[in-house]
């Protein structure tokens, strides 16, 4: 406890006040023996007005020799001010380094959101950059692992924009980058020579570099990449804790860096795959016309259950080879199985001529699979000859081929058979028949006829309705045709759920006959 009149001078100073404040004792003034911040406290509580009542306190801080006080005044009857003097040096230092540790928590978990809130992964290397320089570092580089021999950065300056580089460069001229691109540990930054930094390392302008931290950013069992932070010379080096909290955001980053690069990865396999599935863009062959349209069970996928395929013949003249199935089940698993019987039937063009051959191995290779699954099935051969397009059809399983005639009617084909992939012998009868010029055969899957929908929501779309609208489907292209049909399908349906639908139309184009030469050649047709 220190007492203190109203004109500065000390009257009491007991044993613990005076090992703070060693020169005063009564009779000695203040401002000789007190630091400024403690006599300005007393002189503005014992100014004249400065307060109406004798125990009013305002407790001030400040530092005497490196350690910080809090002193708590009380005003006497007499006007005299006792200050009594408390250490607060530990507790203030813990409650900084509570708030340093609530900063860097929210810093962390804001550093998570905003990383795995984008599965890009030269986004997520920006991000990484920008919030390493704005909180860790006065320059940050996100670096990848190098493909082709040259290495992906991301550089940002604190208050700057994320640079990208692809550079050819070593990182092993780095001591450190090269092992933590490995996934090894990081090594300490004071064992890091600050004047080892290639140029490449540090952005034009920036000057000295007074220390650096090199971490590897850790992924899903392989590393991310690396992160390295400079700080300028004139700037406090990396204490021991912040390299802890760089190797803590370090681990987000890179857990977010692979996450990204694994999304990459999958998807790049799955549009490969997707390629392979999905159902191809069909276009006149050999004279014939053909188009197709799939829609899948669910609008956020591309495959699923439903396929068709048009094989062109091998030799000039030849039939085309059509096929049209739909799997049971529906999205990947069915999309899986639809790829393999695909092709199947690809290796089994050579006897496309002998449909119930074909279809009696593809039968086989289904029950000698691991899949449980079946496939009603029609093949298509179609040959122009002519003016004409000659067709053989056999359904296995399948609804039956559609023709609609120059005159308007809707014929079904009667060709019948068992499904594909369930008993151990199928039977299949093919029938043949012919495509006069803008005649066609509509192929297509149960999802059509089967969807639900109408005025009252439960009502299937139905085979007479299908052949009542293809039947207004006189003269149309084949491709006309089959945008009528999907589009009679989604207004039935409305937004209700859906089988997977897939149609294919042949037709046989509109010709005109060119004249005998003469009167002595026949004549010929042309599309």
């Known amino acids: 406890m220190l007492v203190v009149d109203t004109q500065g001078v000390v009257v009491r100073c007991n044993d613990a006040a005076g090992l703070i404040l060693a020169a005063a004792v009564p009779g000695s003034s203040l401002v000789d023996v007190a630091p400024a911040w403690l006599c300005a406290a007393h002189t503005g509580l014992v100014s004249p007005g400065a307060h109406a009542a004798a125990d009013v306190e305002e407790t001030v801080r400040g530092t005497i020799d490196g350690r910080r006080f809090e002193a708590h005044p009380t005003v006497r009857g007499d006007g005299s001010v006792a200050w009594w003097l408390v250490d607060d040096t530990d507790h203030q230092l813990a409650r900084e380094a509570l708030l340093i540790e609530r900063e860097r928590t929210a810093f962390l978990a804001k550093a998570s959101n905003v990383l795995l809130s984008s599965l890009n992964l030269q986004r997520c290397m920006d991000v990484t950059a920008q919030m390493a320089a704005e909180s860790l570092a006065d320059v940050a580089l996100a670096i990848a692992p190098s493909r082709s021999s040259r290495l992906p950065v991301v550089t940002c300056l604190r208050g700057g924009a994320p640079v990208r580089a692809d550079m050819s460069v070593n990182p092993d001229d780095v001591p450190g980058l090269g092992e933590a691109l490995r996934g090894f540990p990081p090594v300490p930054s004071r064992w890091i020579d600050p004047a080892a930094a290639p140029a490449w390392v540090v952005p034009e302008g920036f000057g000295p570099v007074g220390s650096i931290v090199i971490t590897p950013l850790p992924g899903h069992g392989v590393p991310a990449g690396a992160l390295v932070l400079l700080r300028k010379a004139e700037t406090a080096s990396f204490s021991s804790e912040e390299e802890v909290f760089a190797r803590l955001f370090a681990a987000r980053a890179g857990a977010a860096m ?61 039939a085309s080879l059509v096929s049209i199935g739909d799997v049971c089940g529906k999205g990947l698993e069915a999309a899986v199985l639809t790829g393999k019987i695909r092709n199947t039937l690809h290796a089994l063009l050579p006897m496309a001529d002998d449909h119930s051959r074909m279809l009696g191995l593809l039968n086989t290779a289904l029950l000698n699979s691991h899949h449980a699954r079946f496939v009603t099935l029609v093949l298509a051969s179609a040959r122009r000859r002519g003016n004409q397009v000659d067709l053989a059809l056999t359904s296995a399983g399948h609804p039956s081929p559609l023709i609609i005639r120059a005159d308007g009617t809707v014929e079904e084909v009667d060709t019948r058979g068992t499904l594909i992939g369930a008993l151990p012998a199928i039977t299949a009868s093919t029938i043949t028949d012919s495509l006069a010029p803008g005649e066609s055969c509509v192929l297509y899957t149960d999802g059509i006829t089967e969807a639900k929908g109408g005025p009252m929501g439960d009502d299937l779309f139905g085979d007479e309705r299908l052949k009542r609208a293809l039947a207004g489907c006189v003269g149309m292209p084949a491709e006309g045709i089959v945008e009528h049909v999907q589009m009679l399908a989604a207004q039935w349906l409305g937004n209700r759920r859906h089988d997977d639908m897939a149609v294919v139309v042949i037709s046989a184009p509109r010709t005109h006959h060119l004249s005998a030469v003469n009167g002595h050649t026949r004549g010929r047709f042309t599309a």
Do not use: K, N, W
């Open 258 to 318: 692979s996450a990204a690069r694994l999304y990459a990865e999958q998807t790049a396999i799955t549009d490969v795959l997707m390629r392979e599935l999905m159902p191809p863009a069909l276009h006149r062959i050999s004279g014939v016309d053909f188009a197709g349209g799939y829609r899948p069970s669910a609008d956020h996928e591309r495959i699923g259950g439903d396929f068709y395929d048009v094989h062109p013949a091998s030799v000039e003249g030849g």
